[in-house]
């Protein structure tokens, strides 16, 4: 038994098990609308999101949540090949965020985004655009 990690990369073997993977979130959840499985097994919007966020709370407000995120740059930029985060952030959370470059506008074009995250309306949806070179750990 092997377990693979796959993107859509372009290359031909990968997209073969990628349309094989569709068919079994098509086949076997059938509730879920055949587009947005296609939409998000296929595409790479080169985007990512961060759908929670949390440091446990004696070990709040001491830096791990600016290194968890910088972490989380460096390895979506560098393994994954992302240009940007998104999130729907809390409301008392935005603070956080701003510090670690998220901001209010969205930047990245509706297209690239809009149907892949799911909308949400308790937070406000917040983007980060990562820097191509800079080194966020050491
Ligand atoms: N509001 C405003 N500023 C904040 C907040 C906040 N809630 N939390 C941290 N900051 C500031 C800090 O003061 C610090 O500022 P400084 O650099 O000027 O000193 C900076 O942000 C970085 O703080 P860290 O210590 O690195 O942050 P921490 O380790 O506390 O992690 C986190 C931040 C994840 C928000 C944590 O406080 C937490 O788990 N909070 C409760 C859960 C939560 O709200 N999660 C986010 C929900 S939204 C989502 O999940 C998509």
């Given at each position: 038994?092997?377990?693979?990690?796959?993107?859509?990369?372009?290359?031909?073997?990968?997209?073969?098990?990628?349309?094989?993977?569709?068919?079994i979130f098509a086949?076997?959840?059938?509730?879920?609308?055949?587009e947005?499985?296609?939409?998000?097994?296929?595409?790479?919007q080169?985007?990512?999101?961060?759908?929670?966020?949390?440091?446990?709370?004696?070990?709040?407000?001491?830096?791990?949540?600016?290194?968890?995120?910088n972490?989380?740059?460096?390895?979506?930029?560098?393994?994954?090949?992302?240009?940007?985060?998104?999130?729907?952030?809390?409301?008392?959370?935005?603070?956080?965020?701003i510090?670690?470059?998220?901001?209010?506008?969205?930047?990245?074009?509706k297209?690239?985004?809009?149907?892949?995250?799911?909308?949400?309306?308790?937070?406000?949806?917040?983007e980060?655009?990562?820097?191509?070179?800079?080194?966020?750990?050491?």
């Amino acid at each position: 038994l092997k377990f693979l990690c796959l993107s859509n990369d372009g290359i031909d073997e990968h997209m073969v098990w990628l349309i094989g993977l569709k068919n079994i979130f098509a086949r076997q959840l059938p509730n879920m609308p055949k587009e947005y499985i296609v939409r998000l097994v296929m595409d790479s919007q080169k985007f990512g999101e961060i759908a929670f966020c949390a440091i446990t709370a004696d070990e709040q407000v001491k830096g791990y949540g600016t290194r968890l995120m910088n972490h989380l740059k460096q390895y979506a930029r560098d393994i994954d090949g992302l240009t940007h985060f998104l999130t729907y952030a809390d409301n008392n959370a935005v603070g956080y965020f701003i510090k670690q470059g998220f901001t209010k506008e969205i930047y990245l074009e509706k297209d690239r985004w809009q149907g892949y995250i799911k909308d949400y309306d308790g937070g406000i949806l917040m983007e980060c655009k990562i820097d191509p070179k800079l080194p966020y750990t050491d």
